[in-house]
């Protein structure tokens, strides 16, 4: 009998070292490592489509792919509001990661880090929504970990009730419990029940959500909601939807919860949309563009009364995160804040936003069959593409058979391709298949921007109608996107 060896007397071969990756990989080794050992399912698709990359950055606003192809960066699902390692955060990291003394994680120690985010977040919040006066922020490393705290809190400070309200198309996060508030049955259905248990009405419909109040304020613990539903598809409610939401939460005592990881510190031309709206929430979720593109960083902000609620005196271990509050982190996220104010970004975003959905739309009003829809809000738009399935030969529709929603992603995946080959780094909506968005960095230069909605233009002059990009992707490729697709 061979006794196993003790660990430490084994040394492990790693196959790959970190300082051997700054040269690169060779050819397709990245993707076929991905496809074996992450993600294979994604990274097959992306792959089968001829744009799963690796990308090499050339600037903060555009890309090359592995053939060398040049692309305008409008994707990063609005995580990039700088671009790609924009050299101001670069050279404020560099200096930080040589001056800072203090220590990384300082979970049981005051930090100076996390205490100045933490005012200067309470202090951008409360200059829009004066309830947050005596707010108090909880630190997180994700927007779905932010929207797992706001869930605690409201919770915490409602404990009779058990359910919440959220809205068809959101899309909160997929961990459990922001699983739960994104009402999608492809995410859901392998992990039902989920938990909190939710009501869910169609966005922009206030009297749906006065009337399901009215008979229900006792279990409701608070409504959860997207100023604009970004994974939806960029749709922005009625007017008035928001603050009439505010009102009706008020008069029944239900608490409002607003999910600005996406729309939030200027990505729609304002540094808050729910409160320039005129809805002041209980409590507030952030995310992506605080970690400057650099660093995973969430934040949830919520009044100081239900702070208190779930962080009692010695029970203030009641909800915690191990690298919530890294000094690394609270440093990029200063930095970013500090770089969307010194620079003009969210009149920036605002003023080109509205520049560049003027251009969009009228794209659209020439090329009405391929694209059917522009929706934009500041530098968040959504370009949804006709239906690629109705025009085929018979013979070709029978040979695909799939349900709607797969032939939509089809679409989708198809326009994907086509913009990427015309130039645009786009990302897909996922809670609207035939949806593409375009999330430009702010900081991106006004002839870049011409550039890109001129790429736009061309790709839908090159299609003309959705279905012949459908011919266009080579035989060998259709097979194996329809494969994965089984």
Known sequence: ????????????????????????????????????YGNGDLTAVLDALGVAGPFRVESPWELRDERGRHLIH???????????????????????????????????????????????????????????????????????????????LARAARPKATAFVN???????????????????????????????????????????????ARRAREIVAVVVEPV??????????????AGLGDAARRHDVLVVVDEIQTGLGRTGEWFASLAAGLEPDILTLAKPLGGGLVPVGATIARGEIVRALL????????????????????????????????GLVRKAREDGSYALERLQAIQRRFPKFIQEVRGAGMLFGIQVQPVIGRLPLGTRRLLKYDDDTLAQLASALALRAFHLGGVHACVSLNNARTLRLTPALTLPRPLLDELLDRVERVASRHRRAWTMLPRLPLPRLARLMRLSD
């Open 1 to 36: 009998m061979t006794l196993a060896r003790r660990h430490d007397e084994v040394d492990p071969v790693l196959p790959y070292a970190a300082s051997a990756l700054l040269d690169g990989l060779p050819g397709r080794t990245a993707v076929t490592l991905e496809e074996r």
């Open 312 to 343: 009692p005196g010695f029970a203030s271990k009641r909800h915690s995160s191990t690298f919530a509050g890294g000094s690394l982190a609270m440093a990029v996220a200063l930095r970013s804040l500090d770089l969307i104010r010194e620079e």
């Open 229 to 242: 539903q970004g994974e939806g598809g960029v749709i922005t409610p009625p007017p008035g939807f928001l």
């Open 167 to 213: 809205f068809r198309s959101a899309y909160h996060g997929k961990t459990h419990g922001a699983l739960a508030l994104t009402p999608n049955s492809e995410y859901q259905a392998p992990f039902l029940p989920l938990s909190p248990r939710t009501h869910t009405v169609a966005y922009g419909d206030l009297e749906a959500v006065e009337t399901l109040l």
């Open 74 to 152: 409008a994707a990063g699902y609005a995580a990039l509001p700088f671009g790609e390692a924009y050299p101001p955060l670069l050279d404020f990291v560099k200096v930080f990661l040589e001056r800072n003394r203090e220590a990384g994680l300082p979970q049981q120690s005051a930090s100076i880090w996390r205490a100045a985010l933490e005012a200067n977040l309470v202090a951008l919040v409360s200059r829009f929504a004066p309830s947050f006066e005596d707010g108090r922020v909880l630190f997180s490393n994700s927007g779905a970990e932010a929207v797992e705290a706001a869930i605690k």
